[in-house]
């Protein structure tokens, strides 16, 4: 399958190595259309010298050809909530994952009825969420 | 006109007391549906004792009522970037304020031509944005 992976960029880079992580679990058997959101700096090195517009383009390109969409949501992230709201337009199966203590997830996204959501409190528990919402899809 | 005005609510509340501002400085004009998000509160006493769902329906139902969205996006949150993707689905004008001083707009935001972004550096220049935006809906 091919994968949308969203998680933070601008909105902070705190869980960057965790997305790095889940990635790579994905990709063990998928392929992850957004793997540059797993990379380690600030600005994922596929956006250097890409226009707003651009990035747009190619977000939104990824997500109609993706199969599914794979949302890590303990950093609040504008881009995030934009990316669900449309993989949801776009009838794409969407899994939400929180770390409960990180607070509380939105309610514009814990309240839709269209999301499945995942709330998770440590990695092991994240992991075995994302297996059993891959055999789901 | 009846505004819907999208603030930072479980993404932090850094800029509520801004937000109550910007929500004070509509309703001298207009309607403003989610006033609520102006609450010095945590958590907006409207909110208090309603589940998600329910949180999710009464903000879907003013969306859909409202005649357009303005919203301040300096504190990254998901809710919001879930409210401007739904925005548009719906057609609604949204005009989305940022503090440049605050870093980088997610490029879902900045990179989509339906939004009409204003960048603004201190709290005069917002308020200006906003009066010339009130006068192009």
Redesign the interface.
């Known amino acids: 399958m091919k994968l949308y992976f969203a998680g ?5 880079r705190a869980d960057a190595a965790l997305y790095a992580r889940v990635i790579r679990h994905l990709k063990e058997r998928h392929s992850v259309l957004t793997e540059h959101i797993g990379a380690p700096s600030a600005f994922p090195t596929v ?1 250097e010298g890409m ?7 190619q ?1 939104m390109a990824w997500l109609r050809e993706s199969d599914a969409v794979i949302a890590e ?1 303990s ?12 993989a949801q ?1 776009l009838g794409k199966p969407v899994h939400i994952f929180f770390n409960e203590n990180r ?11 269209y999301y499945r959501i995942h709330l998770y409190r440590d990695e092991a528990e994240l992991f075995r969420a994302l297996d059993q919402a891959l055999e789901t899809l």
Chains 1, 2 share one sequence.
């Open positions: 933070s960029i601008r909105g902070g956006e226009t707003d517009r651009e990035i747009w383009l977000d949501c950093t609040p992230s504008l881009g995030v909530g934009y990316e669900l709201a449309t337009a607070g509380f997830l939105s309610a514009m996204l814990a309240g839709d009825p």
